[in-house]
């Protein structure tokens, strides 16, 4: 089980996290014109990389707060966490 | 029976408590500290089991958690468990055991017959055999390999024990209590480390409990019982006995099974069986010792074969002699011990040592004793078929290729020591990079993955001397690093033997002529010959080697095994063993039993029971509850011998006519709040939100991304800046998540807050003609005429004194409310609409009579919105705005999602008016055309309609739009039913919704 660091709220097990998926999706703007392509690549196509990831988690039994966690896929090692609205080096 | 394996005196066992046991339903005697093995070998019974593939007899090889052999099945207290080592199962009064693998008995075993047929279960067997035809699987293949297969039989009790899960933190967790592993916790304990230190046997002391060596001016027996009284008595150190750490996790995380009470006759009241620790350390000492290894030869599976440490534990522990004329078969200095061991008990053995001319102060003191040594010899096969009767022995050349005549040696037990490899699961668990030693032919941790350090003979490290050394300075070393202290230790002077060099030999060759069974999995009979099979087929990886064997594959998982194994691949394939490579190490290093794993999550336990505050109002009336979510919400009243179906109907048929009542507290409820909370809804629901007024309810639908509905539920604006949002009771938690994510990740600039208040407020909906009546008589202050509450409208009132909300919005598609108080006054609201009502003829209804309502209605619910459908396949494509954007709308644009013939929902009627449709059967065109049939929708949701007295289906029907009017088959093959139905319109009540306007 992963011990994750919660920006908010410190070092947490996993099972206080809900797993949201790769953090570097961005949704297209409201009202703005996509090709399908676009639209695909945001609701479905991603790349699953095997080492360093950018990922979203919740704390969901926690602060509630959805963080940023940069993680290894391969090792499970945890490089980094961030707040949603913090600058990722 | 009498004990006439037990020497007089010595041992570690308590001789005042004398326990009785049975064992294949024949009565022993054995004493307080025994082991069912030690307790066994103390009665001279060796014969315990038959082996899983060719059934032949089965003894004790080992004393303690490498045992392949002695798994027998426990009766205790009522109860069976299977797969228990008898070498780790601590004797209490009345302990019942009986042998697995064997039918009708031990001593006369059918399944034997296929040892002598064992020319045709060679390595892969299964593979090459099981194959073909298709149709002998069921019959033939199956059954037999069930039979064949198993370690025991699983109860099909519901087990009364109790199982518990513990969650601790700790600096050091140091697992096993022999010499490394005392070492270090007492020199991080010393400061101030927060430790724990895991023992997996009751007895601490590891190997110290068994050499004879000195630590101080004490025996190291003494010196480990010291240590460990003063630990125990430290508040920082948490010191567990039948504890073993089986498993390595990632960030540190290790898992501990602790046997609280499989060593008495009978659980302690308010004790569970078991307790499973997780553990997360920051740093982890891995002091697990080190496993003898066997000397492969012919006939090495007879029971009377063992391991020299083992006889050695049994001797000193237990005060058991393992057999009376001994022979000891060693490449190095260990054999020794354990024929000195026997010598000083008045035993004569003889030892049988590989080597030519092996040197060491042990050896001379075994010549001193008068033991009679034979050098550079071997053992070749051993005979007796349930027990050891005698060896074949001979001299072997230095080149270890070439046996000299054979003789034959009288012996009762066969005492092998192969030296030792060192127990490095948990490090390899842990992604540790293990590393080949060659100087003791074994594998060894290398560079560590996570914060893991192994000591001892764990490492490699056989002396006392140094174990102890660098176990007091990692303990010290690590635990500084934590506490940042700095306590001095001294270093105690140890006594002990030095060794000589072991001899790199592991498979004694076949004589000319003899094809012994040499065997290197004992518990699952693979054989040299298996492997060798193996490797000329073609398998080169020692992965797939072992999977096509099933070497190593065992509950054992290869403890005395893996090591000739990967000797034999790496002899035959030419390649040095670490180029082999070792298979994976995996948790469990030991079997843990389910109930362990389960712990107190079984049953209601099994997830959080959540009760509304009218609950015990229900339980009063004889509710009959079901699971909805993790809500338990009453499915109908029960009123004398009712069945279900009839008084869901009963109660339906009452809100249609009359005035019903139901409790809708289970209901998700969030409260939306901000300046831009209109704007939020307005992104999030499909429909238009900007233009709600205050004091209004409206009827939203969320989608995914994908373009999927997530959920759909009324949001009422209760003030300027506070929205009032309601969810499906199963969706909740999901689209509360949901909401948090736009509002954190997306759109971070809209000014709004969203908070479950699900638990905060009671609810009860109120439907039927008479509904107005009641609310009237409810709240006589309030103004709740069609033109004060109109449809989709919203009002708070005073309920006698208790503050009220009330909405009028409508599931069952009858003039209907829900009313709002907070929780801890729910179930005054209830009682007192119940005794309103009573004038109305109000009945409380349940979620069947709930259901019905809204599937002749044709409203979509959970059945419907099941993740696969998208707002057409609802008909809710009317609610989707053409003005704005939202959730999901670009994906709404896809193929498939506008394709001509897109599925619907539709309503379905049997042609017999009668049949009931069963949920999940699908639709087709032609009942009777050959499969696979082609569906062409499925049954939703089905009910008896009370409107129309006659079953109603809703259906997913593709192309559902140009089907109604058009005659179907329903298929059920689960329930075997074919019925001609007819496709209507999914609304089979109001079509045009004029009730819950009026
Ligand atoms: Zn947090």
Same mark, same amino acid.
Request: hydrophobic share 35%; glycine share 8%.
């Given at each position: 089980?992963?011990?994750?660091?919660?920006? &908010?709220?410190?070092? %947490?097990?996993?099972?206080?996290?809900?797993?949201?998926?790769?953090?570097?999706?961005?949704?297209?703007?409201?009202?703005?014109?996509?090709?399908?392509?676009?639209?695909?690549?945001?609701?479905?196509? %991603?790349?699953?990389?095997?080492?360093? &990831?950018?990922?979203?988690?919740? &704390?969901?039994?926690?602060?509630?707060?959805?963080?940023?966690?940069?993680?290894?896929?391969?090792? &499970?090692?945890?490089?980094?966490?961030?707040?949603?609205?913090?600058?990722?080096? | 029976?009498?004990?006439?394996?037990?020497?007089?005196?010595?041992?570690?066992?308590?001789?005042?408590?004398?326990?009785?046991?049975?064992?294949?339903?024949?009565?022993?005697?054995?004493?307080?500290?025994?082991?069912?093995?030690?307790?066994?070998?103390?009665?001279?019974?060796?014969?315990?089991?038959?082996?899983?593939?060719?059934?032949?007899?089965?003894?004790?090889?080992?004393?303690?958690?490498?045992?392949?052999?002695?798994?027998?099945?426990?009766?205790?207290?009522?109860?069976?468990?299977?797969?228990?080592?008898?070498?780790?199962?601590?004797?209490?009064?009345?302990?019942?055991?009986?042998?697995?693998?064997?039918?009708?008995?031990?001593?006369?075993?059918?399944?034997?017959?296929?040892?002598?047929?064992?020319?045709?279960? $060679?390595?892969?067997?299964?593979?090459?055999?099981?194959?073909?035809? =298709?149709?002998?699987?069921?019959?033939?293949?199956?059954?037999?390999?069930?039979?064949?297969?198993?370690?025991?039989?699983?109860?099909?009790?519901?087990?009364?024990?109790?199982?518990?899960?513990?969650?601790?933190?700790?600096?050091?967790?140091?697992?096993?209590?022999?010499?490394?592993?005392?070492?270090?916790?007492?020199?991080?304990?010393?400061?101030?480390?927060?430790?724990?230190?895991?023992?997996?046997?009751?007895?601490?002391?590891?190997?110290?409990?068994?050499?004879?060596?000195?630590?101080?001016?004490?025996?190291?027996?003494?010196?480990?019982?010291?240590?460990?009284?003063?630990?125990?008595? @430290?508040?920082?150190?948490?010191?567990?006995?039948?504890?073993?750490?089986?498993?390595?996790?990632?960030?540190? @995380?290790?898992?501990?099974?602790?046997?609280?009470?499989?060593?008495?006759?009978?659980?302690?009241?308010?004790?569970?069986?078991?307790?499973?620790?997780?553990?997360?350390?920051?740093?982890?000492?891995?002091?697990?010792?080190?496993?003898?290894?066997?000397?492969?030869?012919?006939?090495?599976?007879?029971?009377?074969?063992?391991?020299?440490?083992?006889?050695?534990?049994?001797?000193?522990?237990?005060?058991?002699?393992?057999?009376?004329?001994?022979?000891?078969?060693?490449?190095?200095?260990?054999?020794?011990?354990?024929?000195?061991?026997?010598?000083?008990?008045?035993?004569?053995?003889?030892?049988?040592?590989?080597?030519?001319?092996?040197?060491?102060?042990?050896?001379?003191?075994?010549?001193?004793?008068?033991?009679?040594?034979?050098?550079?010899?071997?053992?070749?096969?051993?005979?007796?078929? !349930?027990?050891?009767?005698?060896?074949?022995?001979?001299?072997?050349?230095?080149?270890? #290729?070439?046996?000299?005549?054979?003789?034959?040696?009288?012996?009762?037990?066969?005492?092998?020591?192969?030296?030792?490899? /060192?127990?490095?699961?948990?490090?390899?668990?842990?992604?540790?990079?293990?590393?080949?030693?060659?100087?003791?032919?074994?594998?060894?941790?290398?560079?560590?993955?996570?914060?893991?350090?192994?000591?001892?003979?764990?490492?490699?490290?056989?002396?006392?001397?140094?174990?102890?050394?660098?176990?007091?300075?990692?303990?010290?070393?690590?635990?500084?690093?934590?506490?940042?202290?700095?306590?001095?230790?001294?270093? /105690?002077?140890?006594?002990?033997?030095?060794?000589?060099?072991? *001899?790199?030999?592991?498979?004694?060759?076949?004589?000319?002529?003899?094809?012994? #069974?040499?065997?290197?999995?004992?518990?699952?009979?693979?054989?040299?010959?298996?492997?060798?099979?193996?490797?000329?087929?073609?398998?080169?990886?020692?992965?797939?080697?072992?999977?096509?064997?099933?070497?190593?594959?065992?509950?054992?998982?290869?403890?005395?095994?893996?090591?000739?194994?990967?000797?034999?691949?790496?002899?035959?394939?030419?390649?040095?063993?670490?180029?082999?490579?070792?298979?994976?190490?995996?948790?469990?290093?030991?079997?843990?039993?389910?109930?362990?794993?389960?712990?107190?999550?079984?049953?209601?336990?099994?997830?959080?029971?959540?009760?509304?505050?009218?609950?015990?109002?229900?339980?009063?009336?004889?509710?009959?509850?079901?699971?909805?979510?993790?809500?338990?919400?009453?499915?109908?009243?029960?009123?004398?011998?009712?069945?279900?179906?009839?008084?869901?109907?009963?109660?339906? !048929?009452?809100?249609?006519?009359?005035?019903?009542?139901? *409790?809708?507290?289970?209901?998700?409820?969030?409260?939306?709040?901000?300046?831009?909370?209109?704007?939020?809804?307005?992104?999030?629901?499909?429909?238009?939100?900007?233009?709600?007024?205050?004091?209004?309810?409206?009827?939203?639908?969320?989608?995914?991304?994908?373009?999927?509905?997530?959920?759909?539920?009324?949001?009422?604006?209760?003030?300027?800046?506070?929205?009032?949002?309601?969810?499906?009771?199963?969706?909740?938690?999901?689209?509360?998540?949901?909401?948090?994510?736009?509002?954190?990740?997306?759109?971070?600039?809209?000014?709004?807050?969203?908070?479950?208040?699900?638990?905060?407020?009671?609810?009860?909906?109120?439907?039927? $003609?008479?509904?107005?009546?009641?609310?009237?008589?409810?709240? /006589?202050?309030?103004?709740?005429?069609?033109?004060?509450?109109?449809?989709?409208?919203?009002?708070?009132?005073?309920?006698?004194?208790?503050?009220?909300?009330?909405?009028?919005?409508?599931?069952?598609?009858?003039?209907?409310?829900?009313?709002?108080?907070?929780?801890?006054?729910? +179930?005054?609201?209830?009682?007192?609409?119940?005794?309103?009502?009573?004038?109305?003829?109000?009945? $409380?209804?349940?979620?069947?009579?709930?259901?019905?309502?809204?599937?002749?209605?044709?409203?979509?619910?959970?059945?419907?919105?099941?993740?696969?459908?998208?707002?057409?396949?609802?008909?809710?494509?009317?609610?989707?705005?053409? =003005?704005?954007?939202?959730?999901?709308?670009?994906?709404?644009?896809?193929?498939?999602?506008?394709?001509?013939?897109?599925?619907?929902?539709?309503?379905?009627? /049997?042609?017999?008016?009668?049949?009931?449709?069963?949920?999940?059967?699908?639709?087709? #065109?032609?009942?009777?055309?050959?499969?696979?049939?082609?569906?062409?929708?499925?049954?939703?949701?089905?009910?008896?309609?009370?409107?129309?007295?006659?079953?109603?289906?809703?259906?997913?029907?593709?192309?559902?739009?140009?089907?109604?009017?058009? =005659?179907?088959?329903? @298929?059920?093959?689960?329930?075997?039913?074919?019925?001609?139905?007819?496709?209507?319109?999914?609304?089979?009540?109001?079509?045009?919704?004029?009730?819950? +306007?009026?």
């Amino acid at each position: 089980m992963l011990h994750i660091k919660c920006p &908010h709220c410190g070092m %947490r097990s996993q099972n206080e996290f809900s797993y949201g998926g790769d953090a570097t999706v961005k949704r297209p703007a409201l009202n703005k014109e996509v090709t399908d392509q676009e639209w695909d690549n945001f609701v479905y196509n %991603r790349v699953s990389p095997r080492g360093k &990831h950018l990922e979203l988690w919740q &704390h969901l039994s926690g602060c509630r707060q959805w963080i940023k966690v940069e993680r290894d896929t391969a090792t &499970h090692e945890i490089f980094n966490t961030y707040k949603t609205n913090e600058e990722i080096a | 029976m009498t004990q006439s394996y037990r020497i007089e005196t010595g041992g570690l066992i308590n001789r005042n408590k004398k326990i009785s046991f049975k064992f294949n339903g024949v009565t022993y005697f054995g004493y307080d500290g025994d082991t069912l093995a030690s307790a066994l070998l103390a009665n001279g019974v060796h014969l315990v089991g038959r082996s899983f593939k060719y059934h032949r007899p089965r003894g004790f090889f080992g004393a303690g958690v490498d045992e392949p052999y002695a798994v027998v099945q426990l009766y205790r207290n009522g109860e069976t468990e299977p797969n228990i080592k008898a070498t780790e199962q601590e004797l209490f009064e009345g302990l019942e055991a009986s042998s697995v693998n064997c039918w009708p008995s031990v001593n006369f075993d059918i399944g034997a017959i296929n040892n002598f047929l064992k020319i045709f279960l $060679p390595a892969g067997f299964y593979y090459k055999t099981f194959m073909w035809p =298709k149709s002998f699987w069921y019959k033939i293949y199956e059954p037999f390999i069930r039979k064949a297969a198993g370690l025991g039989v699983a109860s099909t009790k519901h087990d009364k024990e109790r199982y518990e899960h513990k969650y601790e933190y700790c600096d050091l967790l140091i697992t096993g209590s022999g010499p490394a592993g005392l070492a270090s916790a007492y020199s991080a304990a010393k400061n101030g480390a927060k430790v724990i230190l895991a023992e997996d046997k009751p007895r601490y002391g590891g190997s110290l409990l068994t050499s004879d060596v000195n630590i101080g001016n004490q025996s190291g027996k003494d010196w480990a019982d010291g240590i460990i009284s003063e630990l125990k008595e @430290m508040p920082n150190v948490t010191v567990k006995n039948r504890s073993q750490v089986f498993g390595y996790y990632d960030h540190n @995380m290790l898992v501990m099974s602790e046997k609280v009470s499989d060593h008495l006759p009978k659980t302690k009241k308010y004790h569970p069986n078991k307790r499973l620790w997780y553990i997360r350390a920051k740093e982890v000492l891995i002091s697990s010792g080190s496993i003898e290894r066997p000397i492969v030869f012919g006939n090495n599976d007879t029971p009377g074969v063992m391991l020299s440490s083992a006889a050695k534990e049994y001797l000193k522990v237990y005060g058991v002699l393992v057999g009376k004329k001994p022979l000891v078969f060693t490449n190095n200095d260990s054999g020794y011990e354990t024929a000195i061991e026997f010598k000083k008990h008045g035993v004569d053995p003889i030892v049988l040592d590989s080597r030519s001319n092996p040197q060491s102060e042990i050896i001379d003191e075994a010549k001193n004793l008068g033991i009679n040594i034979k050098n550079s010899y071997v053992v070749v096969a051993a005979q007796g078929y !349930k027990k050891v009767k005698s060896a074949d022995v001979a001299t072997i050349s230095e080149d270890k #290729k070439t046996l000299g005549k054979i003789e034959n040696i009288i012996c009762d037990c066969i005492c092998v020591s192969g030296f030792w490899t /060192p127990t490095i699961h948990l490090a390899s668990q842990s992604g540790n990079k293990t590393k080949f030693n060659e100087e003791i032919d074994a594998f060894v941790p290398g560079a560590s993955k996570q914060n893991e350090t192994t000591l001892g003979a764990a490492n490699g490290v056989f002396t006392l001397e140094e174990t102890l050394k660098t176990s007091f300075e990692k303990g010290k070393e690590l635990s500084k690093k934590i506490t940042e202290k700095d306590n001095e230790i001294s270093i /105690p002077n140890v006594v002990e033997k030095k060794y000589s060099k072991h *001899d790199r030999f592991w498979c004694v060759p076949l004589p000319k002529g003899k094809s012994y #069974k040499r065997f290197l999995d004992f518990q699952n009979d693979v054989a040299v010959s298996d492997v060798e099979i193996a490797l000329r087929e073609g398998y080169r990886s020692i992965e797939h080697v072992k999977r096509y064997t099933t070497l190593g594959m065992a509950t054992d998982q290869g403890k005395t095994s893996n090591l000739n194994g990967l000797q034999l691949v790496s002899e035959i394939e030419n390649k040095v063993v670490p180029s082999v490579g070792h298979t994976t190490f995996r948790p469990p290093y030991t079997p843990i039993s389910i109930g362990a794993i389960v712990g107190r999550e079984v049953g209601r336990h099994s997830k959080p029971t959540r009760k509304s505050p009218i609950h015990n109002w229900h339980e009063e009336y004889n509710a009959v509850f079901v699971d909805a979510g993790v809500w338990l919400r009453p499915r109908y009243y029960k009123r004398g011998n009712e069945t279900l179906f009839e008084a869901s109907k009963r109660e339906a !048929k009452n809100v249609r006519t009359n005035v019903g009542v139901c *409790d809708v507290t289970t209901l998700g409820k969030i409260d939306v709040k901000g300046p831009d909370a209109a704007e939020f809804l307005n992104r999030v629901y499909t429909n238009a939100w900007l233009k709600l007024p205050v004091g209004k309810a409206r009827y939203g639908v969320m989608l995914r991304e994908d373009g999927i509905v997530m959920d759909d539920g009324t949001t009422t604006r209760i003030s300027e800046n506070h929205y009032h949002m309601t969810t499906t009771t199963a969706q909740a938690a999901n689209v509360l998540s949901h909401l948090e994510y736009y509002l954190q990740l997306v759109w971070p600039e809209l000014n709004v807050n969203v908070v479950s208040t699900t638990e905060q407020w009671a609810g009860a909906a109120i439907a039927g $003609p008479k509904s107005r009546d009641l609310l009237q008589k409810l709240f /006589p202050k309030t103004d709740v005429s069609n033109e004060g509450l109109p449809f989709m409208g919203y009002v708070e009132g005073d309920l006698f004194g208790v503050k009220a909300r009330i909405f009028r919005i409508s599931f069952s598609g009858e003039l209907a409310y829900e009313v709002n108080v907070e929780s801890d006054n729910g +179930r005054f609201m209830w009682e007192k609409i119940i005794e309103l009502g009573e004038e109305f003829q109000i009945q $409380p209804y349940g979620t069947e009579a709930l259901s019905t309502l809204r599937i002749e209605m044709g409203h979509v619910a959970g059945s419907e919105l099941d993740g696969r459908t998208i707002p057409y396949d609802n008909a809710l494509e009317g609610l989707l705005s053409k =003005k704005k954007d939202f959730i999901g709308k670009r994906s709404l644009q896809r193929e498939a999602f506008v394709a001509e013939d897109r599925q619907r929902i539709v309503g379905v009627i /049997p042609l017999d008016k009668k049949t009931s449709i069963p949920e999940g059967s699908h639709l087709v #065109k032609d009942a009777n055309a050959p499969l696979p049939n082609k569906k062409l929708g499925h049954i939703s949701a089905s009910c008896w309609s009370v409107e129309h007295d006659n079953p109603f289906s809703l259906a997913i029907l593709k192309d559902g739009k140009n089907m109604i009017g058009k =005659k179907l088959f329903v @298929m059920s093959p689960l329930k075997n039913k074919v019925i001609p139905v007819e496709i209507v319109s999914s609304h089979y009540v109001d079509p045009k919704g004029e009730r819950v +306007r009026s």
